[in-house]
């Protein structure tokens, strides 16, 4: 049985299963790529996606409720 966190294989074509970590990260800054902006860039962009979502969604349950409070029967399709 293999650890999960044991290298299976390339993680890529051309890969070396073996390179490490601070090898890969380093060549990534080397390349001007810096991990820290993209991931601090993902965070941001999907934290304001999901309030986005989250403020539709509950706009549009408070618009069924209270359409079903007026008409006293089914709710609506939004």
């Given at each position: 049985?293999?650890?999960?966190?044991?290298?299976?294989?390339?993680?890529?074509?051309?890969?070396?299963?073996?390179?490490?970590?601070?090898?890969?990260?380093?060549?990534?800054?080397?390349?001007?790529?810096?991990?820290?902006?993209?991931?601090?860039?993902?965070?941001?962009?999907?934290?304001?996606?999901f309030?986005?979502?989250w403020?539709?969604?509950?706009?549009?349950?408070?618009?069924?409720?209270?359409?079903?409070?007026?008409?006293?029967?089914?709710?609506?399709?939004?």
């Amino acid at each position: 049985m293999n650890d999960w966190t044991a290298p299976a294989g390339a993680l890529w074509p051309g890969a070396a299963a073996t390179a490490k970590p601070g090898r890969r990260f380093a060549s990534l800054a080397a390349e001007g790529i810096q991990l820290t902006d993209i991931t601090d860039e993902l965070e941001t962009d999907g934290v304001a996606r999901f309030q986005d979502s989250w403020q539709q969604l509950t706009a549009d349950v408070r618009t069924t409720l209270h359409s079903t409070a007026r008409t006293g029967g089914e709710p609506r399709a939004v």
